[in-house]
């Protein structure tokens, strides 16, 4: 999965970015308000990979800023859009994206927040970055997802009807909402998304999403979870579930952050690329 150059996973400075990345429309490092100073992320190598800063036509007057991450070799390949946190694009999303290039996916994260022109991973305080991210309404980021899989579809190094999509916290929500609503979606996993909201919603889903939650979030009640289980029997969407760690916190996946679960991560990554090659994203 990873490419790892210590036991304990790779450090910042095991690997170098082109100085494209360095200086380029994202911020260089990890989300200064949720950065753990214990923490020893994960970084994944660019090696064999072909990584770039594009732009997408989303209708707006200007187009949406994506950090994309494929294999060099040619060829057609699946494609998952990976959505971020509250946080934006920062070296965790990135590295998400690395990851899943190496594993054989073109991988896209768009930067859903641009609009502001506010740089959310370098800001320090979570009360200057929620009205931010407010700003971007379900109807506006639903449309920058459909503006992403149509300009998947349009290229010649992606499989058009082979498009996933995943999603952490914020982008968890995402994705159940873009399983619903964008018909190229076909699978989707959503790393601790709020489900208040989706469960009403549960049978408008055309494709099957795997929710992934943690037992011990203290945002997110297990009752949401339940009533969501049971909202997908209900409407007999049988291809979509629900995965609890019992000892996992909200944001278990973010090897940035104090609430990292090695193991419960690990485990999740393991599941959703099963969900992905189950339902044709693979």
Not at 77 to 83: D, K, M
């Amino acid at each position: 999965m990873e490419n790892l150059t210590r036991p304990d996973g790779s450090h910042p400075q095991d690997f170098h970015l082109t100085r494209r990345a360095a200086t380029g429309m994202f911020f260089a490092g990890y989300a200064v308000a949720a950065l753990s100073a214990e923490a020893a992320p994960i970084v994944t190598s660019g090696d064999g990979l072909i990584v770039e800063e594009v732009t997408i036509p989303n209708g707006a007057a200007k187009p949406l800023p994506a950090y994309v991450a494929r294999p060099k070799a040619p060829g057609r390949r699946p494609a998952i859009i990976v959505v971020n946190e509250v946080f934006g694009i920062h070296a965790y999303i990135k590295d998400i994206c690395r990851r899943l290039a190496h594993l054989g996916y073109v991988a896209v994260a768009p930067a859903f927040f641009y609009r502001s022109g506010v740089d959310l991973p370098a800001l320090t305080d979570i009360a200057q970055i929620l009205p931010v991210v407010k700003q971007a309404g379900d109807a506006q980021v639903d449309g920058d997802v459909r503006a992403t899989s149509n300009w998947l579809k349009d290229r010649p190094f992606a499989t058009p009807a082979r498009i996933g999509i995943t999603g952490f916290c914020w982008g968890g929500q995402v994705v159940w909402r873009s399983a619903m609503v964008d018909p190229d979606i076909r699978a989707g996993v959503a790393w601790y998304g709020h489900l208040e909201k989706m469960v009403a919603r549960a049978s408008e889903l055309h494709a099957p999403v795997l929710g992934l939650y943690g037992g011990k979030d203290q945002g997110i009640p297990q009752a949401d979870v339940e009533a969501m289980r049971k909202a997908l029997a209900a409407a007999g969407k049988r291809g979509s579930s629900l995965i609890v760690y019992p000892q996992a916190q909200h944001g278990f996946h973010a090897d940035y952050r104090a609430s990292y679960d090695a193991a419960a991560a690990a485990d999740g990554w393991k599941r959703m690329l099963a969900h992905f090659r189950a339902n044709g994203v693979g």
